[in-house]
């Protein structure tokens, strides 16, 4: 049999046996959906009906999509110890959160306590295993949660302020005839204010959830490599900001202030997230060459070495 036929083979092996064991998920799948319909039902009709919570239901596709990913690992292994007092205490921490939320209305504990009870859940049919596969999927759902409005007013400020400040220099630089007053940019005969969806902690938490994703998903084995562009991806968003920024201006500028705003609402988000992407993955490839160029010097240096 051929090394494809094999794998195949085993693919479809354990794509059986998942079937077989996804009987086991149901209740713990329909419990979680009856649960936490009402939050997801609440999310629709309020947050992520805002501009600035756009991300919201993309993050959750995410989610789900990264479960499924890695379904093969929830597999059952009679050899894998659980652990039902730790995750116990686990979903019982999770749902008093979900308690206090979705009573007082707080979505920071409301979508929050999904985490604790999922991994609860985990710990008690799969053991720690399933917990340590599925940690990035977990974690990601924190890019769910609606920001705190007081902590939002207090980063978000500074942060337009100094997405403004790059953009009018920038714009300067160039020689247009651009001025600035806060947070507000005046060009030409145009004033444009730099609002939250443009600048705010909401859009760089969801270029970070960008950035992230694309880490999980290249998989790369140098730490230094991972670690420095995970540093990285925030310059990255602000840059991102900036340029987003700059292009809006701009584009008022030359067409007038009705085509500014028809960019916002059809091109602007997207053209972020595009700048974004090429940003990371640039910068990824600078650190690749860099590791290489590290890595044959370091070979270089061995054979001299040697000989």
Known sequence: ???????????????????????????????????????????SKGAWSYEDQAHGPIVLIVVLFLFWKNREKLLYNPAVKTRPVLGNLLIVFGLLCYIAGRSQDILLLDVGSQIPVIAGILLITRGMPALKAMWFPLFFIFFMIPLPG????????????????????????????????????????????????????????????????????????????????????????????????????LVTYHFGNEAGQGFIHGFAGMLLFIVALTL???????????????????????HESST
């Not at 079937?19 to 319909?37: M, N, Q, V």
């Not at 970070?208 to 991806?233: C, D, P, Q, W």
């Not at 990371?280 to 061995?302: E, F, P, T």
Request: net charge positive.
């Open 150 to 249: 007081a902590f939002l007013d207090a980063v978000t400020l500074p942060m337009k302020m100094a997405v403004s400040y790059v953009a009018e220099h920038v714009l300067h630089w160039f020689g247009y005839n651009i001025g600035r007053a806060g947070v507000v940019l005046q060009i030409g005969k145009y004033q444009l204010l730099v609002a939250d969806a443009c600048a705010g902690m909401h859009t760089l938490v969801s270029l970070e959830a960008l950035g992230l994703l694309y880490l999980n998903m290249v998989k790369h084995n140098s730490v230094f490599r991972n670690v420095t562009l995970a540093i990285l991806i925030v310059p990255i968003s602000f840059t991102a900001n900036v340029i987003r920024v700059i292009v809006l201006t």
């Open 1 to 43: 049999m051929s090394s494809s036929a094999t794998n195949n083979f085993v693919s479809n092996l354990g794509s059986l046996k998942f079937k077989d064991h996804f009987i086991e998920w149901l209740p713990a799948i329909i419990g979680l959906f009856i649960i936490y319909a009402p939050t997801y039902y609440a999310l």
């Open 280 to 302: 990371i993955i640039g910068v990824d490839s600078v650190l690749q060459y860099l590791a290489n160029r590290k890595h044959r010097n370091h070979g270089d240096l061995s």
